[in-house]
């Protein structure tokens, strides 16, 4: 059975990425007690995945849902490999920090590093899958901006 995704497709799961991203963020913001520099980053990483999601999203409503051009073509295992790390994501841990009465702030960056991790490594893969090079170029733009997160946080973990 093969199983096939449209760009339109991607960028609604880009979106809810990204919101998952910012509500941790903000989550993750508000319980640090420790360190006021890591806060803020938290926050500053919110306001950009926020700012992603707004970008991925305009993307999207200029795609056409129906269009048959840029689909994905999936035999089982890909898709299913696609539909298992985009389910886990690293949300497990995203839950898991939130649920410690007071995480610090290097286990929170080390649980936002490996969430962007996942999301790089998702996009990738939705991207190798495309047959549409504008729409492989548009969906390289996702992966660009979590690389730059993970940057960010691999900076600020060894800074802790």
Known sequence: MEITYNAYEIFEIADKV???????YRSAASVIVDNDDVKALLNEL???EASHKNYFRSIRDRLNVKSEDGLLDLDDQA??????IGEAHAV?????????????????????LDF??????????????????DDKTKIQSIV???IEHVAILTKKLKEV
């Open 92 to 112: 497990h841990n995203l839950a898991t920090i939130m649920n410690e009465t007071t995480p610090s702030a290097k286990e929170v960056l080390e649980v936002a």
């Open 18 to 24: 990204e919101e998952t991203g910012e509500a941790f």
């Open 144 to 146: 660009e901006e979590e």
């Open 116 to 133: 962007e991790k996942d999301t790089v490594v998702y996009f990738a893969a939705l991207k190798a899958a495309i047959v549409n090079e």
């Open 46 to 48: 919110a306001d950009m």
């Open 79 to 84: 898709a299913g490999y696609l539909k298992t």
